[in-house]
């Protein structure tokens, strides 16, 4: 394989994993607190602690959540590469300074 085909590999699958995490992060976050609701005594703080989960989304998505968690994902994602694109450069730096 290419060094240029494993660059992209690499990115690809940092694009990947770094649009993933945050939107299992939150998910995880959405599905805990609706587990913990059906424990008798504690449906109020778990609607709340959703609520605030959903609001925080819905600032970043100009009033949908839907739309905040794309936009964090997608942030993520973009600084995940970055970072991927730097690593990689540092690295063959690194390989011609040797």
């Known amino acids: 394989m290419t060094p ?3 660059f ?3 990115l690809l699958l940092t694009v990947i994993f ?6 299992l992060l939150v998910g995880g976050f959405l599905i805990l607190a609706s587990v913990v609701g059906h424990v008798p005594g504690l ?3 778990t609607e709340a602690i959703a609520a ?3 609001h925080f989304l819905a ?3 100009s009033g949908t959540p ?3 968690i794309l936009v964090i994902c997608l942030t993520c994602s973009f600084v995940g590469a970055l970072f991927d694109i730097y690593a990689y450069y540092r690295c063959q730096i690194l390989r011609i300074d040797s």
């Open 4 to 6: 240029f085909t494993n």
């Open 8 to 10: 992209l590999r690499s």
């Open 18 to 23: 770094s649009f993933l995490a945050p939107l």
């Open 43 to 45: 449906q109020d703080v």
């Open 52 to 54: 605030r989960i959903m």
């Open 59 to 61: 600032t970043f998505g």
């Open 66 to 68: 839907l739309r905040g």
